[in-house]
Every structure is written in structure tokens, then in C-alpha cells.
């Protein structure tokens, strides 16, 4: 888990809403996963130049809680591509509203198939030079 959170720009950068709480208060982990899936489905999509769908998610652990008002910022890396797959790296780290402090709350690895127009697996296409 690093100290500070990655330097490039995030994927996604959201605000966790008070719809998003379970009764504690705390923000819903699946909340949470699902930003993550976005953030990585916006990289397959970028990377594969089209349409993709989740396969698999590695598992997650929660490092600590996300509460409303909290800005989340998603940060996804492509590990690596196979012929018509990618593994992605994605973390997110949240910044309670009135500090600059951040704190990484979650990570996963999410793999994604590249899909044509009729949904069947279709090759990821070489990176540009």
C-alpha cells in the first residue's frame, strides 16, 4: 500500500452521497466497487478501443472507511494484456472534504474481455507506437 496516492491523474473522481450510506453512516462497499469497476471499465475501453465487460475481480480488503462528503479518486493501471483480455490495477484513495489529507482505502485487480458488436471476444488491438 503506497503512503501518497499514485501521480497521475485519477480515472474517476467522485463525492460519496448520502443515498450511497448504510445505516452507520459509512459509505456502502459496493459503492465503492462499483467506481472501481467504472474507473477500470474507462481504461479497458480506452486501452481496447471499444466495448468491454468485467470478468473477474481479485479481492478487495478495506483499509478504511469512506464517509459522505469524502471525495474519492480512482486510479487505474493496465498490468497487462492477453489476446482479447486486460488485468487492471485500481485504487482508490479518499480525501475527507475539508483537509488535503488522503487515505488509500481499497484496491483491486479487475480483468476485462474486449467484446465486438455481438458481445463475443474480439482481440485487444496492439498499443499505438
Excluded at 8 to 21: E, S, Y
Excluded at 51 to 59: I, K
Excluded at 90 to 117: G, K, M, N, P, Q
Aim: glycine share 6%; aromatic share 6%.
Amino acid at each position: 500500500m503506497s503512503e501518497a496516492p499514485p501521480a497521475r491523474q485519477p480515472q474517476i473522481r467522485t463525492i460519496a452521497m448520502p443515498a450511497d450510506t448504510n445505516p452507520a453512516g459509512d459509505i456502502f462497499g459496493g459503492w465503492l466497487m462499483s467506481q472501481m469497476d467504472l474507473a477500470a471499465g474507462s481504461a479497458a475501453a480506452q486501452r481496447s478501443r471499444g466495448r468491454c465487460a468485467t470478468v473477474a475481480v481479485e479481492a478487495m480488503s478495506f483499509h478504511g472507511p469512506v464517509k459522505v462528503g469524502d471525495e474519492v479518486s480512482l486510479y487505474a493501471e493496465i498490468l497487462s494484456t492477453g489476446r482479447t483480455s486486460l488485468r487492471i490495477r485500481v485504487e482508490a484513495w479518499r480525501r475527507c472534504r475539508e483537509f488535503d489529507d488522503t487515505l488509500h482505502v481499497t484496491s483491486a485487480i479487475f480483468t476485462f474481455v474486449a467484446l465486438d458488436a455481438a458481445g463475443r471476444p474480439r482481440p485487444v488491438p496492439s498499443e499505438a507506437p
